[in-house]
């Protein structure tokens, strides 16, 4: 499996992106897509993660109700709906796969890492 993050960009305070996360090939189904941002200067951060299978998701204290993680199992696809965007929302986003549902928020569980999209929210 390869993953290739793409859609990030300049977006204003309050605007919407929306990621998306290509994955080639098959994981087995206990397998889960992550999403993971490094803002300027600062260390990685869990931000959403799903299963494979799409039937659960968590979320990042800060992310949540602003941001949507969804799967699309046809077109092999993982999206990260991103709404009502801060400048603190900024930085360069991963997407990634891990085995271990368990420790989904851990980024040293993860496996296989796709290139990252910026992201840049500007005040």
């Known amino acids: 499996v390869q993953l290739q993050a793409s859609g990030g960009g300049l977006v204003q305070a309050g605007g919407s992106l929306r990621l998306s996360c290509a994955a080639s090939?098959?994981?087995?189904?206990?397998?889960?897509v992550g999403w993971f941002r490094q803002p300027p200067g600062k260390e990685r951060e869990f931000v959403a993660a799903i299963r494979w299978t799409g039937r659960s998701t968590y979320y990042e204290d800060s992310v949540k109700g602003r941001f949507t993680i969804s799967r699309d199992n046809p077109k092999n696809m993982v999206y990260l709906q991103m709404n009502s965007l801060k400048p603190e929302d900024t930085a360069l986003y991963h997407c990634?796969?891990?085995?271990?549902?368990?420790?989904?928020?851990?980024?040293?569980?993860?496996?296989?890492w796709g290139q990252g999209t910026l992201v840049t929210v500007s005040s």
């Open positions: 990634a796969l891990t085995y271990s549902w368990a420790e989904v928020t851990i980024a040293k569980k993860y496996s296989l």
């Open positions: 090939g098959r994981a087995s189904s206990n397998a889960a």
